[in-house]
């Protein structure tokens, strides 16, 4: 296995890392910088033969190099392994399952070992992405990934497949090979805090009333003079969210995807059903950097022999609490990686990493790693 | 005007020159300056964030928790206004009364409760109270007491716990047969460790008016009176000494044996008299005679066989019965049993024979009566008393016989009291002199009812009826009289002695010595002049006992005759041992005495005659009657002679009796 990585500042240049013979490239940037034009051709023209694979962020990293400038680029070799592409446009959000569903179908393999999926990070449900795609695959097919970003803004995202680029659009990477070795984990490090309510008034992943109060006029009050920043600094503050009777401790995590002021709503990351449950979390500086690192000591990658790819996918909203120092969450992973590892990735809207279920979940605020060898 | 962001710039600015660093705009260092600045500003926005979370969730929590108190009072204050409601005071008033209802009438069937358990605990008698199912559903300590457990455990006991297994169909039939409302049962019942009781227990039935009910039972232990009714039974029909059937009982099987006899078999009725027990009872004490009676007993249950029956009539009789098929098993059956107490006995260390005589009667048809039955073996027993062999069955031609002996003892019962029975005299004569040198006095009888009864039939029912030692106590008395008499008034010589005849019966009386020398002192005669005449069996029967009374009669001077010598089987060696006077040759020898010279009868009477001699015994010879006899005798030399040649026995009143003894006269030879 062979990773060559890097940034890509020079736009207007042409993007090589490693050689040709790469079969997979995995490209985060912004949205800007993926949709400005010929970029993607030049990526073609650079790697002919290989897959290419990318999408918008809020954030993205080579190592613990962090940037919201660059674009990072991971090109990967395999020795006994392959990697097959595929990607749907998505009308709309009601579409999830379905995409996620046919997604599977052509994907599916008896030696398909993992599938990397990256996903419109605004107009999609990855909860029901999710649950369509692991229908139609074999329950050992590990699945990762996760939904592209716009920065803090909430604005559109884009999706990078092959020569496609665009809002609306999921992109599928399916790893085939028995010579695969993959691990993977997922940590968060927020906790319950204050008064447990009630969801009053929702509608779907839209939240309009807890306790009877606007859900919005609680989040004011908690921001305080950080209401003004709404709705990305609703990211301090996800939402815990159980159905009535269910332990807390399996309580799920939402974070914010919207807000709309005149409805006085919120939208999650994920359904909010009346009746349930709700809790804000809060999450200290220490609490994350210590859960980025369970996630990667959660991988047991001491094992792991020679090179490998780490993917790992984090929440833009763990960067708004880490600010500066979110570089030392990924200090914290790659210290639980073998010597010989490349970790890269993006924060997202949203990731896909195993749950505690044993499945793969839609998770928010959470640190997903997953290691990719060859044995 | 400082704002926060300010002072947090100047204090680097400080920092910096305290470090002795200029930092220029735009330079590398003004841009790492920015960047600290920067992760400054986010710690602090962090930590005003999370002290405002902390207090905007802390009010939070203080109103919740006033609104759950102000909640809470509410609740209270709804509660208490309900609590003191019209509605609430009503309900509680009639809960009260309730309460009190069924407080007084808990109390009250409390008191009932204890009296009864005070009642039933204190009780004397076990008592039980059941359900309607017989089933106990209280039982008091006494109660417990009696089947050895806890009261507790009676519970939902029922009769067919308490009673014997084998007996449950039986006693299902004796409560079927119970009826009214009150009874009695008297059964056998188990206790918890298996062992039994006899229990009378007396059931009532109570119900109540709403409809349950059941029994009340109170058991008493009447094991006692059992035992002791059994015993009763027991001693009602078992000879207390033996163990062995009572005269009752005894007849009772018996006549219930007749009744299941088969067309071929007979009941052969045995009936046991011992022959010598009286003296042996008189000899030894009572003790050592019901001793022997025991061993008797032991010895006869021994030759029972199965099916037959063993007795003790009373005394020392016994009685067997035996079915059997003929008349020769009967006599078998009454020969074994003679046979059987023939042998010696050891009665106070001392080996005695008893022997017995068995009378049989055999009943054939099944309405024999038993007791005729018994009088008959009665009848044939005296009769086997009379024989060798001990035994006899009964004839017919015994009846009148039975009634001659009934009869026969009833005079000689009056007759010994009234002194009925005298004595005859016969004297002996000098074989050569004919000088009449001893006198044998005879016992004589005539009944008033009977006329004359032989010496032989009366001396025998006066031993059968225990009046031997009385009368021959009257004989010896009698003869000394008569002697004494005769020698004061001068019939009698010095010379002549008084024979008279003893049964061993008195031989072995303790105090026969003592009344002989008695007698003699009452009527002054000297003890050499009395002979007593001892059969030879009479001598043998106990030998050492014999010889020493035979020793301190010697010392009284008195002499001793053996009559009728060798008609029994004896041994003769005792002649050696025993120091007699005379031997009386048996009549039967005399008679059989011939002329001709080499006859074998001769030669034996002559044997004897010499025997005699040897012994230094004088020699007698009975039953005389002809004058060649005599002449044959007399070269025998035998010294004295007796019989009809020379005398009958006469009367004391009889004129001819002093003429044979004035004066030695000698006799005139009677042809």
Redesign the interface.
């Known amino acids: 296995m062979r990773i060559n990585t890097g940034i890509w500042n020079d736009l207007e240049a042409n993007p090589m890392v490693g050689d040709a013979s790469a079969d997979l490239v995995l490209v985060f940037g912004t949205r800007e910088q993926l949709s400005s034009r010929g970029f993607a051709d030049r990526l073609q023209a650079a790697y002919p033969q290989s897959v290419i694979c990318g999408c918008s962020t809020a954030g993205q990293f080579i190592g613990a190099d962090l940037t919201d400038d660059g674009v990072a680029l991971t090109a990967i070799g395999f020795d006994r392994s392959r990697v097959s592409m595929t990607a749907r446009r998505m009308a709309s959000a009601h579409h999830s399952d379905e995409v996620g569903r046919k997604i599977g179908a052509t994907l599916r393999s008896p030696d398909l070992r993992a599938v990397l999926v990256l996903s419109d990070g605004t107009a999609c449900n990855g909860s029901a992405l999710v649950e369509g795609l692991s229908e139609e695959l074999d329950p050992g097919v590990t699945i990762f990934g996760g939904l592209a970003a716009d920065g803090a803004d909430f604005g559109e995202t884009v999706v990078l497949s092959g020569g496609l680029v665009g809002p609306g659009v999921v992109a599928a990477v399916g790893f085939y090979g028995d010579a695969l070795s993959i691990r993977t984990g997922s940590q968060g490090g927020w906790e319950q805090?204050?008064?447990e309510r009630t969801i009053t008034a929702s509608e779907g992943t839209v939240l309009h009333q807890l306790d009877d109060e606007p859900a919005l006029d609680l989040y004011s009050?908690?921001?305080?003079d950080?209401a003004g920043e709404l709705p990305g600094s609703a990211l301090?503050?996800p939402l815990s969210v159980r159905a009535p009777g269910v332990d807390a401790s399996r309580a799920v995590v939402r974070t914010i995807l919207g807000v709309d002021q005149e409805a006085s709503s919120m939208t999650f990351a994920g359904n909010v059903p009346s009746g349930w449950k709700a809790q804000?979390m809060?999450a200290?500086?220490d609490a994350l950097i210590d859960g980025a690192e369970d996630a990667g000591l959660s991988l047991d990658a001491s094992a792991v022999d020679g090179p490998g790819l780490c993917v790992g996918v984090s929440c833009v909203g763990r960067r708004l609490?880490l600010?500066?120092?979110t570089d030392e969450e990924l200090d914290a992973v790659i210290d639980t990686l073998p010597a010989d590892a490349v970790f890269t990735g993006f924060y997202s809207y949203g990731e896909l990493g195993i749950g505690q279920s044993g499945e793969c979940e839609l998770h928010n605020q959470t640190m997903t790693v997953t290691l990719i060898s060859e044995r | 005007m400082t704002s926060p962001e300010n002072r947090s710039q100047r204090h680097v600015d400080r920092q910096l020159r305290k470090a002795g660093l200029e930092v220029a705009e735009s330079s590398p260092l003004a841009r790492f300056v920015e960047m600290v600045l920067a992760i400054y500003d986010e710690a602090d926005d962090r930590r005003r964030l999370n002290d405002h979370a902390f207090a905007v969730a802390s009010a939070e929590m203080a109103e919740l928790n006033g609104r759950l108190s102000r909640k809470n009072v509410e609740l209270n204050e709804a509660l208490e206004s309900l609590l003191r409601s019209e509605e609430i005071e009503k309900l509680n008033q009639e809960l009260s009364e309730r309460n009190e209802q069924l407080h007084s009438a808990m109390a009250s069937q409390t008191r009932t409760q204890q009296m009864f358990e005070t009642l039933a605990s204190n009780a004397p008698l076990a008592i039980v109270y059941t359900d309607k199912n017989g089933r106990a559903v209280y039982a008091n300590q006494r109660t417990a007491d009696l089947f050895h457990v806890e009261p507790d455990e009676l519970l939902g006991f029922g009769w067919l716990n308490v009673v014997p297994r084998e007996q449950h169909a039986e006693f299902a039939k004796l409560l079927d047969r119970s009826t009214g409302s009150t009874w009695v049962i008297e059964h056998e019942l188990l206790r918890a460790d298996g062992s039994r009781i006899w229990a009378s227990t007396t059931v009532a039935e109570v119900s109540h008016a709403d409809g349950s009910g059941g029994w009340i039972a109170n058991v008493e232990d009447i094991s006692e009176r059992k035992r002791n009714e059994a015993t009763l039974e027991r001693l009602a029909t078992t000879d207390p000494l033996t163990g062995l059937f009572n005269r009752l009982s005894f007849t009772e099987t018996v006549r219930s044996r007749c009744g299941e006899l088969a067309p071929d078999e007979a009941i052969a009725v045995a009936l046991i008299d011992m022959d010598r027990f009286k003296l042996i009872n008189d000899s030894f004490g009572h003790a050592a005679g019901d001793q022997l009676l025991i061993e008797v007993a032991e010895v006869l249950q021994a030759q029972m066989g199965p099916g037959d029956i063993v007795s003790r009539l009373g005394g020392d009789e016994f009685a067997c019965a035996r079915v059997v098929q003929d008349e020769a098993a009967a006599r078998e059956f009454a020969r074994s049993l003679a046979e059987c107490l023939h042998q010696p006995f050891v009665v106070e260390r001392q080996v005695v024979h008893t022997g017995a005589s068995v009378g049989i009667a055999l009943g054939t048809s099944g309405d024999a009566d038993p007791q005729e039955l018994l009088r008959d073996a009665d009848t044939a027993m005296y009769r086997a008393k009379a024989s060798s062999e001990h035994h006899r069955v009964f004839d017919q031609s015994f009846r009148d016989e039975v009634t001659r002996r009934f009869s026969l003892e009833r005079e000689l019962h009056t007759a010994v009291t009234t002194r009925e029975v005298t004595l005859a005299y016969q004297p002996i004569v000098d074989a050569v002199s004919h000088r009449s040198v001893v006198v044998e006095a005879l016992a004589r009888w005539t009944s008033p009812a009977l006329g004359v009864v032989s010496p032989i039939e009366f001396i025998e029912a006066a031993e059968h009826i225990g009046l031997s030692r009385e009368l021959g106590r009257q004989i010896l008395d009698m003869a000394c009289a008569q002697l004494g008499e005769w020698r004061r008034s001068g019939v009698a010589t010095d010379e002549l002695s008084m024979s008279v005849n003893i049964t061993y019966a008195q031989l072995a009386d303790q105090g026969f010595v003592d009344l002989v020398a008695h007698t003699l002192a009452a009527h002054d005669v000297p003890g050499s002049r009395l002979i007593l005449e001892l059969t030879e069996q009479a001598l043998l029967d106990d030998f050492d006992r014999a010889v020493a009374v035979l020793d301190r009669l010697r010392k009284l001077g008195v002499r001793v005759a053996i009559d009728d010598f060798g008609t029994g089987y004896s041994a003769l060696s005792y002649l050696a041992r025993l120091d007699v006077d005379y031997l009386k040759i048996d009549k039967s020898f005399v008679h059989r005495l011939s002329e001709a010279s080499d006859g074998g009868e001769n030669r034996l009477t002559e044997a004897i005659v010499g025997l005699a001699r040897l012994f230094d015994l004088t020699p007698i010879a009975e039953g005389v009657e002809t004058s060649m006899q005599e002449q044959i005798l007399r070269t025998f030399e035998c010294d004295l002679l007796q019989g009809y040649l020379f005398a009958r026995p006469m009367f004391a009143d009889d004129p001819a009796l002093e003429d044979c003894l004035v004066g030695g006269r000698e006799l005139r030879l009677v042809s």
């Open positions: 805090f204050g008064p009050r908690y921001l305080g950080r301090l503050f804000l809060r200290s500086f609490v600010g500066q120092r």
